[in-house]
């Protein structure tokens, strides 16, 4: 079945460092893959996303690039703030939807601190 | 921001009692999902549902039930609520079966089951 390992955490950093959350997955075929974001206290949102192999997802500076050679979508970002402190989840979506499999599976997550 | 509520927001109930927690949306998306957010584990599918009157089982179905009378509105019921179901419940929508579809998710129903 379909599988989602990403880096355990918690990660701390300090303002403007440069972040690496890895993600790497289990699935057949070309599955959709996605970063969601969990703030304090909040529903989980969308991150960015890809949906084939070499596409680059990217929002408010965050970056992530499928690599289907080595199954992997880890998140970047080169200079991270205060507020980026949040829960980050890598998520992966079926190639091929029909009912049954409309599923979303999704890593454990990894808690990033930033730190003034 | 998606139209999702989710209530009540926080519960405290003992062992053994029925508990049901509501997903309402505005968007008339199709797809509906209840998943729980432990430590460790991310976050499990329980059930979903793809129309009213229609769902399917996720992973760790056991021991809920859904129902899905109106489009907008998802329940979810545990018949009798044990310690193990302690957990923080996100309800989401999506509006098609692609798989690129970006899920839209509630803000959360912290329930602790004594």
């Known amino acids: 079945g379909n599988s989602v390992t990403q880096m355990e955490g918690p990660v701390t950093l300090s303002e403007e460092a440069f972040l690496t959350i890895n993600c790497t997955y289990t699935?057949?075929?070309?599955?959709?893959l996605f970063w969601y974001v969990q703030y304090p206290g909040e529903g989980l949102q969308l991150l960015l996303k890809?949906?084939?192999?070499?596409d680059k997802g990217s929002n408010k500076g965050f970056e992530a690039t499928y690599r289907k050679e080595t199954t992997s979508f880890h998140l970047e970002k080169g200079s991270v703030q205060v507020s980026d402190s949040a829960v980050y989840f890598c998520a992966l979506s079926p190639t091929t939807v029909f009912f049954g499999n409309e599923k979303l599976t999704f890593g454990t997550g990894t808690r990033l601190t930033i730190i003034p | 921001d998606a139209g999702i509520t989710q209530s009540p927001r926080h519960k405290v109930t003992e062992t053994g009692t029925p508990v049901t927690l509501r997903c309402h949306q505005t968007?008339?998306?199709?797809?509906m999902y209840w998943y729980r957010q432990d430590p460790g584990h991310g976050l499990r599918l329980i059930h979903y549902s793809y129309g009213v009157k229609d769902t399917d089982k996720g992973e760790v179905s056991d021991g809920y039930s859904v129902s899905r009378s109106k489009t907008e509105d998802f329940l979810l019921t545990l018949e009798s609520a044990t310690s193990s179901q302690t957990s923080v419940y996100f309800c989401?929508?999506?509006?098609?079966?692609?798989?690129?579809?970006?899920?839209?998710f509630g803000p959360g129903t912290r329930l602790t089951v004594l």
């Open positions: 989401a929508i999506s509006e098609s079966t692609s798989g690129a579809d970006t899920q839209y």
């Open positions: 890809a949906t084939k192999a070499d």
């Open positions: 968007e008339n998306h199709r797809y």
């Open positions: 699935a057949t075929g070309y599955p959709s």
